[in-house]
């Protein structure tokens, strides 16, 4: 497959591209040594769920990873994976499954351009600077043909940019819009500086919760980088385990990578943990961006009032208000979150189907969901709990 000399390859494992030639295309901007945008995109976060079992053989994940070459050089990259069930994608398409094998299809496999198991934004299609155009394209279409060629009932492109839903769209694939919630930075000096931009009730509230977390008898502690230990990840993957089984019925990532995350991905992780008499009781786990704050997993042995929303949420805000980072994603779902100073944000992803006339029926679908999602999220911000006028700069 061509597209004006550019050559879509699909190979089964990362180190057949190796890191230096992924991250030209994923993360250019931390070619020397910098934070990149997304950590979820890099090599080594990709290559950690590989090497840990976390996607492969059994996961439902199968590695197919879309790259595009002018002539010898890589100038683009998509992690693309062959999916044998809905499982991890936070955009959820459960719903089309069911009604195309009621109608006697066969839905899976399907082609998934995503980071697995990771609800954040960023780029799908990771284009090497100077090839924006010639990248996108031969990736899109490339992703597309192959659902053709072998006859695969869809593609779906998850969490993708609002630019990278724009330019799928006119390429002909299908624009979805959800929301989640994410909380902004407005250049705040410390969380005191977010709290004076909240109505007095939700100052009050936020400042009661804090003090009940406070209380529960024990120490916060915030790790990140070389400060992490392997006998943090020990505690950690207890709390994890407990969390997936309720959630998802086992837990995504295998216990291999934290193992791999304490060698290759503590600089881009903060670990929120919770200790009470000499054992940690909680947990929360961040990933940290150039300019975002990822809030992904929580979990705890004890149960203490409002411990949840200090870990995951207030202590979130307070690190990113340190790190100077724009804003704190705080994951899928939750409406509590609003109440925290989270706001509804749009969040994107692009579709294609097989089936004209299935096709046709998630497009008016699609069409009716992004007017309710519209007015989810103004009705959502309108009982957010800024003051009025700060939910007006906002906007």
């Given at each position: 497959?061509?597209?004006?000399?550019?050559?879509?390859?699909?190979?089964?494992?990362?180190?057949?591209?190796?890191?230096?030639?992924?991250?030209?295309?994923?993360?250019?901007?931390?070619?020397?040594?910098a934070?990149?945008?997304?950590?979820?995109?890099?090599?080594?976060?990709?290559?950690?769920?590989?090497?840990?079992?976390?996607?492969?053989?059994?996961?439902?994940?199968?590695?197919?990873?879309?790259t595009?070459?002018?002539?010898?050089?890589?100038?683009?990259?998509?992690?693309?994976?062959?999916?044998?069930?809905?499982?991890?994608?936070?955009?959820?398409?459960?719903?089309?499954?069911?009604?195309?094998?009621?109608?006697?299809?066969?839905?899976?496999?399907?082609?998934?351009?995503?980071?697995?198991?990771?609800?954040?934004?960023?780029?799908?299609?990771?284009?090497?600077?100077?090839?924006?155009?010639?990248g996108?394209?031969?990736?899109?279409?490339?992703?597309?043909?192959?659902?053709?060629?072998?006859?695969?009932?869809?593609?779906?492109?998850?969490?993708?940019?609002?630019?990278?839903?724009d330019?799928?769209?006119?390429?002909?694939?299908?624009?979805?819009?959800?929301?989640?919630?994410?909380?902004?930075?407005?250049?705040?000096?410390?969380f005191?500086?977010?709290?004076?931009?909240?109505?007095?009730?939700?100052?009050?509230?936020?400042?009661?919760?804090?003090?009940?977390?406070q209380?529960?008898?024990?120490?916060?502690?915030?790790?990140?980088?070389?400060?992490?230990?392997?006998?943090?990840?020990?505690?950690?993957?207890?709390?994890?385990?407990?969390?997936?089984?309720?959630?998802?019925?086992?837990?995504?990532?295998?216990?291999?990578?934290?193992?791999?995350?304490?060698?290759?991905?503590?600089?881009?992780?903060?670990?929120?943990?919770?200790?009470?008499?000499?054992?940690?009781?909680?947990?929360?786990?961040?990933?940290?961006?150039?300019?975002?704050?990822?809030?992904?997993?929580?979990?705890?042995?004890?149960?203490h009032?409002?411990?949840?929303?200090?870990?995951?949420?207030?202590?979130?805000?307070d690190?990113?208000?340190?790190?100077?980072?724009?804003?704190?994603?705080?994951?899928?779902?939750?409406?509590?979150?609003?109440a925290?100073?989270?706001?509804?944000?749009?969040?994107?992803?692009?579709?294609?189907?097989g089936?004209?006339?299935?096709?046709?029926?998630?497009?008016?679908?699609?069409?009716?969901?992004?007017?309710?999602?519209?007015?989810?999220?103004?009705?959502?911000?309108?009982?957010?709990?800024?003051?009025?006028?700060?939910?007006e700069?906002?906007?």
């Amino acid at each position: 497959m061509k597209d004006q000399s550019v050559e879509i390859r699909v190979v089964p494992a990362l180190d057949q591209i190796g890191a230096r030639e992924w991250d030209a295309c994923a993360c250019p901007e931390a070619a020397e040594g910098a934070r990149p945008d997304d950590p979820f995109t890099t090599y080594r976060f990709l290559k950690a769920l590989e090497d840990s079992g976390s996607v492969g053989t059994g996961t439902g994940w199968q590695p197919q990873y879309l790259t595009a070459y002018l002539g010898d050089l890589l100038i683009g990259v998509a992690p693309m994976y062959v999916k044998s069930h809905s499982q991890g994608e936070y955009i959820f398409d459960h719903n089309w499954a069911h009604a195309y094998e009621r109608a006697g299809g066969r839905y899976y496999p399907k082609l998934q351009i995503a980071v697995p198991h990771t609800p954040a934004t960023g780029r799908r299609f990771l284009v090497r600077p100077g090839f924006e155009d010639a990248g996108f394209s031969a990736l899109t279409q490339g992703a597309v043909q192959l659902a053709s060629d072998n006859k695969l009932s869809s593609l779906h492109v998850t969490f993708c940019t609002e630019a990278e839903a724009d330019r799928g769209e006119a390429l002909g694939l299908m624009r979805r819009k959800t929301q989640q919630f994410h909380w902004h930075n407005d250049d705040y000096a410390d969380f005191d500086g977010f709290l004076a931009t909240l109505s007095s009730r939700k100052r009050k509230n936020i400042r009661k919760e804090r003090a009940q977390a406070q209380a529960f008898g024990g120490t916060i502690r915030t790790f990140t980088g070389d400060d992490l230990r392997p006998e943090h990840w020990d505690a950690f993957w207890r709390f994890y385990q407990d969390t997936g089984a309720r959630k998802w019925g086992t837990p995504y990532l295998t216990r291999a990578f934290f193992d791999i995350a304490q060698d290759t991905l503590r600089a881009d992780m903060a670990l929120v943990l919770a200790e009470r008499d000499g054992r940690w009781v909680a947990g929360a786990l961040n990933f940290i961006g150039a300019q975002s704050l990822y809030g992904r997993y929580w979990g705890c042995s004890e149960h203490h009032p409002c411990l949840h929303f200090e870990l995951c949420y207030y202590q979130a805000i307070d690190l990113a208000i340190r790190l100077g980072l724009k804003r704190v994603e705080a994951g899928a779902q939750g409406e509590h979150k609003l109440a925290r100073g989270y706001l509804p944000t749009a969040t994107w992803s692009l579709h294609w189907v097989g089936d004209p006339g299935f096709a046709d029926a998630i497009g008016n679908y699609l069409e009716a969901e992004r007017a309710a999602v519209d007015e989810e999220i103004e009705v959502l911000t309108e009982y957010g709990p800024f003051k009025r006028a700060q939910i007006e700069e906002q906007e």
